[in-house]
């Protein structure tokens, strides 16, 4: 394989992908930076947004060049030549996907390299959420601009399949108005089934092309993020990657739960003090979500008080017999620790942001556990719409 087929694989893949629908951060980029990186877990649409944008702005224009640095092409040829040749020849775009593959150890160097060398040229790379330039290369730090690719909100996925628009809603103005924006919608869709396919396949944008194989699939991603991704970033041994998938075999089936680092240590066979370290990889990874009481400042030494999975679709996917009450609390975590402070609360289930407390369960749910709390609400399934401190469960993915 010669370097020219590189360009002629771009054309390609660009070519054939669909610009019909588009994930959220498409158009919360800045695309006019010179050196983006974009994060985020396997199968969330980072690769597909990429091949959008340059179909929408380069489609057939050898001056922006893709390339996927898992392509076996790379165990032999460094990316800083592709960025040479590409320079000579014109080339002012160029795109790398899955850097955390590359096969050399100097990937954040040659970045370094080529954002230098190349005034005139803008790169985009792609990376597992995991993701992270050497702390030698500071400059670099300063000059890429980052961005955090999650999964579909329940708001982003109305508008994925054509079901409804909604704007973004701050958490302060749900807990203030969510009885007249819960009217405004449930009077145009029937909500209730909508969010119930949602916790089911509605989180990673790749469902409508695999329907039937969903789950496999998913199972398949969570053992490549382990197998690969993981060793890919942290330069673990083999031993510890065996470990690790059998730890999260172990708590997948248990989530969520109360953690007891010397009961999960036998049943795995590691040191006591290596559960949180684990726990934290797996964090990192997007495979489950750590909910610690008050703020964390210990890093991966802290204890969490419960461990959750990461997504419901991952809970239905990997715990075929999930507990419906389990499954609500996975998702208020999920939308409400995008971009919120979420930690334990003694009381209620959450403590979101030090300030309100929620408690998360069915439409029989009452106050009683959370009565003597101050700002404190029942984020409830199985309605429609709410009532006072009373919020729809399926609210909450309406979040910015």
Not at 14 to 32: D, F, G, M, T, V
Not at 70 to 88: C, G, K, Q
Not at 191 to 212: A, C, R, S
């Amino acid at each position: 394989m010669e370097i020219d087929d590189l360009y002629i694989n771009s054309d390609r893949l660009i070519a054939s992908i669909s610009i019909e629908h588009k994930r959220y951060l498409y158009h919360e980029i800045n695309w006019e930076n010179r050196l983006i990186c974009i994060k985020g877990a396997r199968g969330v649409g980072k690769t597909t947004m990429l091949k959008q944008y340059l179909k929408e702005h380069y489609l057939a224009n050898n001056k922006a060049l893709y390339v996927t640095l898992d392509d076996f092409w790379f165990t032999n040829h460094h990316l800083i030549d592709v960025a040479e040749y590409h320079y000579l020849h014109g080339g002012t775009v160029l795109f790398v996907d899955e850097v955390h593959h590359y096969p050399f150890v100097t990937w954040s160097m040659e970045l370094k390299n080529i954002y230098d060398r190349y005034p005139e040229m803008q790169v985009v790379f792609t990376g597992s959420s995991m993701l992270q330039i050497d702390n030698t290369l500071a400059d670099l730090s300063r000059r890429c601009v980052f961005y955090d690719m999650y999964g579909m909100s329940f708001r982003e996925y109305l508008e994925f399949y054509d079901i409804m628009n909604v704007p973004k809603i701050s958490l302060e103005d749900l807990l203030q108005n969510h009885v007249k924006i819960g009217l405004d919608i449930t009077s145009e869709v029937k909500i209730l089934p909508k969010f119930q396919d949602y916790l089911h396949y509605g989180y990673y944008p790749f469902y409508k092309e695999v329907t039937d194989s969903y789950e496999k699939i998913l199972q398949q991603i969570a053992a490549n993020i382990i197998e690969v991704d993981i060793p890919a970033v942290e330069k673990i041994e083999y031993s510890t990657v065996v470990k690790l998938k059998r730890f999260f075999a172990l708590i997948s089936q248990m989530v969520p739960f109360s953690v007891n680092a010397t009961e999960l240590s036998k049943n795995i066979e590691v040191p006591r003090q290596s559960i949180n370290k684990m726990l934290a990889l797996l964090k990192k990874s997007a495979l489950v979500n750590l909910l610690y009481n008050g703020k964390n400042t210990m890093g991966q030494l802290a204890k969490p008080e419960k461990v959750y999975l990461e997504n419901p679709n991952l809970m239905y996917a990997l715990t075929p017999r999930a507990d419906i009450g389990n499954i609500r609390e996975t998702f208020f975590a999920n939308q409400l620790m995008r971009n919120h402070e979420v930690t334990f609360s003694g009381k209620g289930d959450f403590l979101v942001d030090s300030l309100y407390t929620f408690e998360v369960g069915g439409k029989n749910k009452k106050f009683d556990q959370i009565k003597d709390v101050s700002k404190s609400f029942l984020a409830v399934d199985d309605i429609d719409t709410g009532y006072g401190g009373k919020i729809p469960l399926w609210m909450f993915g309406l979040l910015e």
